[in-house]
């Protein structure tokens, strides 16, 4: 067990917030426009982020506060009216745009403090939440979004929910602090937790998780959620069209602490096989070995997966064991072998029909012709389909009849929205982080800089006819990894202003962590740089390999080559 005397601040703050309270209710209604640093800790597990302008720093007038407010949706689904509330929020109280993220979650920002609690009572009056969106518990349950009929999609999507319920934080102070004085019943909310006055954290105890905790829900045949980056991933093993149970995977992780060598990104170990009826055991088992022997002294290295690093993967299962009182069988023989974004139309298996519409970079705003928020505004008012929500920061309509779908068309190219078909495949495998000027973490701009970028590849693939070429591009404004860029083909990593690391070798399939192959590159020379080695790559590719396949097989050193001149 850890000893508590060596713990970080972070650990005080939540072992003396008399179950995430701490001193957020005076601090709601005082004077100030933004939180002490306590409550700044403790507010990460109530939904919400206190960031400030990067734009307008530097100003006379100090800091410009202002909130994230993320939305906890287990497996990306939520319905029309939802997302239209949503929208109104972010006209309302947030900064004109919404923000689907890369974990299924959507995400308002630019929210002022004295709005905060008005908007997450919105959130919960329209049967969301908040708890459990952000902080150290266990994060958005992800799984694939696909509202195909087959049995086993829904029953993926299914544990999803089950996940949430049982993973919940406990605490009744989010009932508390946001929803108590509504009008409404507290009942017929859905932010979780324990009703006012009750305390029992069975799961997570008063101190909660070391770190964040994530877990996403996954096929053999598709991948779309990018199993092995998560701290527990579950690969459904079908058999007959029956899900008989799940490999699961353990210690998956993305972030890394600038100039700390003791911090790495890690792609998951298959760690055992559980049948369907004792998964959320087997959950519980590993969250709890987490909860115990994580490290509380370092934030850095607080995640799953240093614990598996330290311990070693047979370790650690003996531990999950003995937590969940049997031996664990071995894990099937299948693995990830494809993804789907789920762009484009596809037939439900109901007669009906679902479109995947790719949102760059997840930003939903309306901006000169561009009208994605009028677009989806028009389709959900007047078609009400289902939404669901995919881990590549795009959305997905459902439940369309056959004689809507031309005029769903129409609505989006109307509005400016170019269909997902008319999308380059460069840019429909992209996705960017938030970065600058919300994040407070970044070192330079991501969401802002990404579509520029893919704007000057595709030119350059074309040239080369590689234009229908599927790789994953992903690119972040710090080494924490939001966007998932230590597993794919082409990844930026922001390590200066304007400069990145440029990481080859991952791969769409999101099981091989890739490599660095320059470092602090200015952004002017991302395209420069990569050209040579798709020329390579087209002259020298074996079959139908992949290019994150090709740069894996070829090795740094080789790359390097093609780019630069030999050192003398």
Known sequence: MNDEAKVSPVEVFKRESNFLRGDIGPEIVDENDFFGKGSVQLLKHHGTYQQDDRDRRGGSDGKAYMFMVRSKIPAGILTSDQLLAQLDMCDELGNNTLRITSRQGLQLHGVVKSDLKTVIQRINEIQMSTLGACGDVERNVMCCPAPYTAEIYREVQALADDFAERFSPRTGAYHELWLKDLETDEKELV?????????????????????????GIAFPHDNCIDIYTHDLGLLAIVRDEKIIGYNVIVGGGQGVTPAQKKTFPTVGKMMCFTTPDKVLDVAEAIVKVQRDFGNRADRKIARLKYLIHDWGIEKFKAKVEEYYGSDLAAPEPDDVHAVNDHMGWDEQGDGKWFYGLNVENGRVKDEGDFRLKAALREICSKFQPGIRLTAHQSLIFTDVETENKAEIEQILRDHG???????SNARRWSMACVAWPTCGLSITESERALPGIIDLLEAELAKLGLSEEKFTVRMTGCPNGCARPYNCDIGLVGKAKNKYTLLLGGRLLGDRLNFVFMDRLPDDEVISTLVPLFEWFKEDRDGDESFGDFCHRQGKDALLSRVAPPEE
């Open 417 to 423: 929205v170019k269909l997902s078909e008319e999308i």
């Open 191 to 215: 932010g979780g937790g324990a009703p006012s006055g009750e305390e029992d954290e069975p799961i997570y105890g008063k101190t909660y998780l070391p770190r964040k905790f994530k877990t």
